[in-house]
């Protein structure tokens, strides 16, 4: 027993001295935890819990009638994703989505691509005013921009069609028309987002110190040489960011469809992000969630491969 | 000198091609019914008038709805400009158990698309009795992974010689960190206060599903309503409420722009 308590009472003594700095380390953690537990709880409470909770309801037969009893619905397995992946329509937004992504995200980089350079090599003066400009678009809402770019695009009396006709072109009923409607939506996005990606490109190339372009101009490579075998690949992790952060964003795209072509024609511009709310508002939770889950995994192999192909070289 | 001449060109087209949509906005808000149909369409307006935004504040309710926005917006951004930087600041100074576990975890819910979370976070604040309120509105954006991103990443270049000073004058963890630490990270609150303003005054998706009565519609929300009822056809009333989402968000941008574009620039970079 008196040897119990030696022991207890040694052990009690080793544990803290008086400063030492382990005591100084708890009180680190405790301040740490203080600091970090508001954001935990309302993380917890709205974004992983809900992250998982999505991934739970995806193997559900839940309904908007099961809105205020969750907990009583009948797990169903894995026939939600059998049915969303089997449905022409869902097959038909997830091709849209793809459309809109592999022809957008390339568009948008290479657009902020030469904006950048313009603006990093040649525009001198004013060069705060272009930039600025350049950006304005992407701090607007999303749904007054695909409200206005609906009037651009009207067909008789639009913007477009009426600089168009200008130079002799005949422009078409662009978002009523199944060819043009997702060129339409695309370009809307290329305008509205290009000054996000400019602004890092352009910081990107300012972090090239000029002494690599001069070493190259000793060495007699031309404008197109330099910027293609000596600036670009120096660029490539801002590349890759701009590639990630622009293909996240592009694969849900949703508000464009939603204000400017109600996914039509003839489901010509419906986004998977957009059926999955039509699904959702026609009560079918546990088939949205699937949906959202599928794209939420393809954004992640997506990323996934980008950071492959372009990181490791 | 002739090489800059057509540089500047391209420079002023995009510039033209950038502003010419909000142009049209704009002056289009104070065309007639009758002039925004016609073909060839007018670039100034005949007649100038005020009708539309007449309409708009009288029978559309559009104040309240800008009320809405405000409320939302400063509401979210004061909770993840407190919150943010309370863990930021742990993330990136303090040793604590599970602290890189807990920022991985964080980061991993970057690219986790609205679409996953809004099911589940729709059944939860509805069967919370929120549904169709404020606090509905506001509380699943109190924090974000971006803005604990930003924040560590600028309390990490501030340097730790300040902190051991503070604990040697004996002041506590908590003092250091607001006294001492938080006074240096201006900037980086400016920046993320901005972004934040701005990214909760264009939020759609959640504000769309989750005020269902018209006295809790933020501006986007009651524009594509709008643009999509039965006023699809109102083209003047659409023009004039696409400015007043738009132009404030202009205007504050203009004011502030320098904090955005760094912020973006140090995000990216880092």
């Known amino acids: 027993m008196t040897a119990v308590t030696d022991r207890q009472a040694q052990a009690v003594r080793r544990k803290s001295p008086p400063g030492h700095p382990r005591r100084r380390i708890t009180r680190e953690a405790a301040a740490a935890w203080v600091l970090v537990l508001p954001f935990v709880v309302l993380f917890l409470a709205f974004t992983a819990g809900p992250v998982l909770g999505s991934f739970g309801m995806s193997f559900t037969d839940i309904k908007q009638r099961d809105l205020r009893t969750p907990l009583s619905v009948n797990g169903v397995g894995f026939d939600n994703y059998a049915k969303a992946l089997s449905d022409e329509t869902f097959r038909k937004a997830a091709f849209n989505t793809a459309y809109f992504v592999i022809v957008g995200v390339p568009l948008t980089l290479v657009v902020a691509l030469g904006a950048a350079v313009l603006l990093d090599r040649g525009i001198k003066r004013f060069q705060a005013l272009f930039k600025v400009a350049y950006y304005l678009p992407v701090v607007t809402s999303i749904v007054a921009i695909a409200v206005i770019w609906r009037f651009v695009l009207s067909p008789d009396n639009g913007l477009l069609n009426t600089a168009l006709g200008w130079v002799g072109i005949d422009g078409p009923n662009w978002l ?13 996005a290329v305008w509205r987002n290009f000054g996000s990606a400019m602004i890092i490109f352009l910081a990107g190339l ?12 000793i060495d007699g490579a031309g404008p197109w040489q330099r910027f293609r075998y000596l600036i670009l690949p120096l660029l490539r992790l801002t590349i890759l960011f701009n590639c990630v ?25 419906l986004s998977v992000s957009m059926y999955t709310y039509n699904q959702f ?22 990323t996934f491969i980008q950071f492959r192909l372009l990181k490791e070289k | 000198m002739r090489r800059t001449w057509w540089i500047y060109l391209i420079g002023v087209l995009g510039l033209v091609a950038v502003a010419a949509p909000f142009l049209w906005m704009v002056l289009g808000s104070f065309k007639t019914q ?22 708009l504040f009288s029978k559309a309710n559009f104040p ?28 990136a100074k303090l040793r604590f158990k599970g602290r890189n576990a807990l920022f991985v975890l964080v980061m991993a819910t970057l690219m986790v698309p609205g679409m996953v979370t809004f099911v589940p976070l729709f059944v939860l604040v509805t069967n919370a009795g929120l549904a169709n309120s404020y606090p509905g509105l506001i509380l699943p954006f109190l924090v974000s992974p971006f803005g604990v991103f ?18 040697v004058d004996g002041t506590g963890e908590l003092g250091i960190f607001a006294r001492i630490m938080l006074p240096l990270t201006r900037p980086a609150l400016a920046t993320l206060g901005i972004l934040t303003f701005l990214g909760s005054w264009n939020n759609f998706l959640w504000p769309l599903v989750i005020a269902q009565t018209e006295d809790k519609y933020t501006l986007p929300v009651a524009l594509a309503l709008y643009s999509t009822g039965q006023n ?32 973006i620039a140090i995000t990216g970079l880092k």
């Not at chain 1, 300012?206 to 372009?213: D, L, R």
């Open chain 1, 176 to 188: 009523a028309s199944k060819t043009w409607a997702m060129p339409s939506l695309i370009a809307m």
């Open chain 1, 206 to 217: 300012q972090g090239i110190p000029q002494s690599v372009e001069e070493a190259g101009q």
């Open chain 1, 245 to 269: 952060t622009m293909g996240i964003g592009y694969l849900q795209f949703f508000e464009e469809p939603f204000v400017m072509t109600k996914g039509g024609p003839l489901d010509t511009t």
């Open chain 1, 281 to 302: 508002g026609f009560g079918n939770y546990g088939l949205a969630t699937s949906m959202a889950y599928i794209l939420f995994v393809v954004i992640a192999v997506v």
């Open chain 2, 34 to 55: 009758g002039e925004l149909l016609r073909v060839p369409p007018t670039w100034w307006p005949d007649q100038p008038t005020s009708q539309n935004y007449d309409e």
């Open chain 2, 64 to 91: 309240r709805y800008f009320l809405n926005s405000t409320l939302v917006a400063l509401a979210v951004t004061a909770g993840n400009l407190v919150f943010c930087s309370m863990i930021g600041y742990a993330l």
């Open chain 2, 150 to 167: 930003l924040m560590r990443q600028f309390f990490l270049g501030l340097p730790d010689d300040l902190i051991d000073a503070g604990r």
């Open chain 2, 232 to 263: 699809a056809q109102n083209y003047g009333l659409l023009m004039a409420g696409a400015v007043v989402v738009v132009v404030p968000v202009l205007v504050m941008f203009l004011a502030f722009q320098r904090h955005v574009t760094r912020g």
